[in-house]
């Protein structure tokens, strides 16, 4: 069971756990009830009443503190876009960049990162990637050689997708600040499961979509813009963005400031039902602890690599606990495992270093161990793991 987290309410309010074995929210959580009735009552009020607008426009708000408070940040530096990408391109095209200047990334990270910034390379930036092996992290002196009196940006994931690192956000932010270089983090994978607290990581902006950790159904996303950066600039440019509105809604050519809190970077009309669902998922997460979600989700690991071993499958992460989180990738050869755990109502991931595990705060010991049982029995059927398994 848990001895951390309330599990058997918190179960309750995930029903797919009675349908599946579900080992796969790096990928997408399930929708807790809580998520699904803000999200009914939502569309009730729009079908019985087209609104009220003015009420949705207040709960905007509410799920903006709900935000900030996850991050410590102050509501006017939280931005609502789409996704992650939609964030870390706003925030690519933000910064001010010219000719020659290079942005450092790690090699293998998530692409919808990396080609925000590659698509500089019209502007003659220039993006190097730094490479760090899957069972190691990223820290400050991973990035510290690399740097140049041309480099302006470090962009990295706080966790990655592929191999479960958990990167030292706070190191390498404190060599952002001393070299005087923009720090910009994907937290997709970390927010709502891990602690990210933009103050402690020293971070110029963090980007992440809502439907991992934050539990809300894809369209949604946060930005983090860090107070004080005014010399970072909207691309794009709506009424929502303006610090002066014009209130006869006709266009002001000689009026185009912005906004000073992060709200120049919104344009347009919200996602006002994933909006509804987030402010109940955040209520779920904080009332959970995000702590104690982390210290749920790195219990679980711990019991995973534990029946890794005595299974003999190498785990292709990192092993030590502070530099993981939720996503345990097993080297298992995809091609042959993969179909064996969905036949066996198991959902996993398929992912370039195996077979990929992942956690939600719905998780349980039992559900490791039903894993963990499932691989011994193939493999005492003949199936081996991967050949670099065998190796070691
Ligand atoms: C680290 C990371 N960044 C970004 C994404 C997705 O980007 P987006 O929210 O733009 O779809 C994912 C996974 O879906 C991810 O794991």
């Not at 309410?9 to 995930?14: A, D, G, L, N, V």
């Not at 440019?237 to 006869?248: G, H, K, R, Y």
């Amino acid at each position: 069971m848990s001895a951390i987290l309330e599990i058997e309410s918190i179960r309750q309010e995930f029903p797919v756990t009675k349908r599946m074995l579900y080992l796969d929210s790096a990928h997408q959580t399930p929708m807790a009830t809580c998520v699904r009735q803000a999200l009914s009552e939502f569309l009730a009020e729009g079908n019985e009443m087209a609104g009220p607008k003015p009420v949705w426009m207040r709960r905007v708000e509410r799920a903006r503190e709900g935000v900030a408070a996850l991050l410590n940040a102050s509501p006017s530096e939280i931005a609502f876009t789409k996704n992650t990408s939609e964030g870390l391109n706003i925030a690519a095209n933000a910064v001010p960049l010219s000719n020659g200047d290079t942005v450092l990334m790690l090699e293998g990270d998530h692409p919808n990162n990396a080609y925000a910034w590659l698509n500089l390379k019209r502007k003659g930036v220039q993006v190097r990637f730094v490479k760090v092996a899957d069972d190691e992290i990223a820290t400050a002196e991973t990035f510290e050689p690399f740097i140049d009196a041309k480099t302006k940006v470090i962009s990295l994931s706080h966790v990655t997708f592929h191999a479960g690192q958990r990167h030292d956000i706070a190191s390498i932010g404190r060599l952002c600040a001393q070299k005087g270089i923009y720090l910009v983090v994907d937290v997709m994978q970390s927010v709502g499961v891990l602690p990210v607290d933009v103050r402690k990581l020293g971070v110029s902006v963090l980007a992440a979509g809502c439907h991992k950790g934050l539990l809300v159904p894809q369209g949604l996303g946060i930005l983090y813009v860090k107070a004080g950066l005014d010399e970072l600039q909207p691309a794009y440019l709506a009424m929502s963005s303006l610090a002066n509105p014009p209130e006869d809604y006709i266009a002001r050519p000689d009026d185009l400031a912005p906004r000073k809190d992060a709200g120049r970077f919104e344009f347009g009309n919200y996602n006002l039902p994933d909006l509804h669902a987030l402010s109940s998922s955040i209520d779920l997460i904080r009332k959970t602890g995000v702590e104690r979600i982390e210290a749920h989700v790195l219990e679980l690991g711990d019991r995973l690599i534990a029946q890794l071993e005595r299974l003999g499958v190498r785990l292709v992460g990192p092993r030590t606990r502070a530099n993981r989180a939720h996503i345990y990738v097993l080297d298992l050869p995809v091609a042959e495992w993969l179909d064996y755990f969905t036949q066996n109502q198991v959902r996993v991931s398929p992912e370039r270093g195996g077979i990929r595990i992942s956690f939600g705060l719905f998780n349980t010991s039992e559900d490791v161990d039903q894993v963990a049982s499932l691989i011994q029995q193939r493999l005492s059927r003949g199936a081996h793991p991967s050949a670099a398994t065998q190796v070691d």
